[in-house]
C-alpha cells in the first residue's frame, strides 16, 4: 500500500504538471509555435499514465478484483489518458488533455483512502472492467462530440477563443470523435456479450430496464457507423448520434437504479 500511495501522489503531481504545460501552450497559442513542448508534454503525460497504472493495479487486484467507486473514477482517468496517448502517435491533439489530466490528477489519489469494497471473482471482474472501458470511452467520445460542435460552431461564426484555437483542426477532431466511438463501439460489444453469463432470469435480478436500454444504445451507435462509413453521415448529425446514443447508455444504469428505487428494492 505504501509503494501504491507513492506512485500514486508522483503520478497526480506529474499530472498537474502537464496540465500546467498544457495550458500555457492554450494561454499564449498565438505567440508559441504549433508544436510548442509538444515532445516534453507526451513524455511527462506518458510517465504520469505509467505511475497511474502501477498505483491502480495494486488497489484493483488483491488476489481478486476490489471494485468500488473509487477504484472505477480511477479507471476511467486512466483509460483517458492512455487513449489521448494512443491518439497522438497520429495527430497533434495533446491540448485535449486539458479536460483529462486536471481530473486524473484528483481521482488517481482516490482509491488509497477508499476502504469499503466489493469483492469479485475473476470472470465477474472483467466483465464489470471492460463495461467500465466501454462506459469512459464512449463519455469521451460524447465529450468530444459536444467540443467538436461548439467549435465547429464558433468556427462558422468567427468567434474562436482561445481554447478553440488551440485545439486540432475541425477534420481532425471528427477524426478523432468516429475513433473513439469505434473503439468504444467494440468494448460494448464485449460488454454485452459478457454479461450473457451472468445473467440468469432478467426480471427477477432486475436486469430487463438495463438490458433494454444498453442494447438500444448499442443498436443507435452501430447504425450511426454503419450511417457514417455508407452514407457519409459526419458533422453536427454525426454529434446527434453520438449524444443520443450515449444518454441512452447511461440511462441503463442510471434509470435502472431510479426505477429500483422507485420500486423500494436497494440494487
Not at 460552431?153 to 478553440?164: E, P
Not at 468516429?178 to 459478457?194: N, T
Not at 448499442?218 to 453536427?236: E, K, L
Amino acid at each position: 500500500m505504501i509503494i501504491s500511495g507513492f506512485t500514486a501522489l508522483v503520478a497526480s503531481l506529474l499530472y498537474i504538471f502537464v496540465s500546467l504545460l498544457i495550458w500555457r501552450k492554450i494561454r499564449f497559442v498565438e505567440k508559441l509555435e504549433p508544436n510548442y513542448q509538444r515532445k516534453r508534454i507526451l513524455v511527462i503525460a506518458g510517465a504520469a499514465s505509467l505511475l497511474h497504472l502501477v498505483s491502480l493495479s495494486q488497489t484493483l487486484w488483491q488476489g481478486y478484483f476490489v471494485f468500488n467507486f473509487a477504484n472505477a473514477l480511477s479507471m476511467i482517468a486512466l483509460l483517458g489518458s492512455f487513449i489521448l496517448l494512443y491518439l497522438n502517435r497520429r495527430m497533434a491533439c495533446e491540448t485535449l488533455g486539458i479536460f483529462i489530466y486536471p481530473l486524473a490528477a484528483l481521482v488517481t489519489l482516490l482509491p488509497i483512502g477508499f476502504n469499503e469494497h466489493i469483492q469479485m471473482p475473476l470472470e465477474l471482474g472483467s466483465h464489470v472492467l471492460i463495461s467500465i472501458a466501454a462506459y469512459s470511452i464512449l463519455g469521451i467520445a460524447a465529450a468530444q462530440a459536444i467540443l467538436y460542435s461548439i467549435q465547429e460552431k464558433r468556427f462558422r461564426k468567427r468567434q474562436l477563443s482561445n481554447l478553440m484555437r488551440a485545439l486540432p483542426p475541425l477534420q481532425q477532431m471528427e477524426n478523432l470523435m468516429i475513433k473513439l466511438v469505434l473503439i468504444g463501439f467494440v468494448f460494448l460489444s464485449f460488454a454485452l456479450v459478457s454479461g450473457v453469463f451472468f445473467v440468469e432470469d432478467l426480471f427477477a435480478q432486475h436486469l430487463i430496464h438495463k438490458t433494454f436500454f444498453a442494447f438500444l444504445s448499442w443498436f443507435v451507435y452501430g447504425w450511426f457507423i454503419i450511417g457514417h462509413y455508407r452514407a457519409g453521415w459526419r458533422g453536427q448529425k454525426a454529434v446527434r448520434y453520438i449524444i443520443w446514443a450515449y444518454v441512452l447508455l447511461i440511462l441503463s444504469f442510471i434509470g435502472t437504479e431510479i426505477v429500483l428505487s422507485l420500486m423500494g428494492i436497494n440494487g
